[in-house]
């Protein structure tokens, strides 16, 4: 399937948590999807991988739950994670 159009991907790890930080990262990335937040559970964290190269992204920026992540244009906003403690 084209991602065309698509900006973002929001996933929430699963039973299978490495799946989700790994092998779908990098099939998004391949796919070109500009943005990829990752809400780990487990690790209690949240992650937004940008800037897709090859098979991965180039950046990423990370937080605990309960700190802000800042999601860039076309969203430009500000992502509070408090709620997610």
Known sequence: MRPDGLALIVEVTSSRP???RE???HCYARGGIPLYLLVDRERETV???SEPAGDDYTE???GVF???IE???PFSF???TG???
């Open 18 to 20: 490495d799946n989700d």
């Open 23 to 25: 092998a779908k990262r």
């Open 47 to 49: 992650t937004l991988f």
């Open 60 to 62: 990423s920026h990370s």
């Open 66 to 68: 309960g700190k802000t």
């Open 71 to 73: 999601l860039p244009a």
């Open 78 to 80: 500000s992502l509070d």
């Open 83 to 85: 709620d997610m403690i």
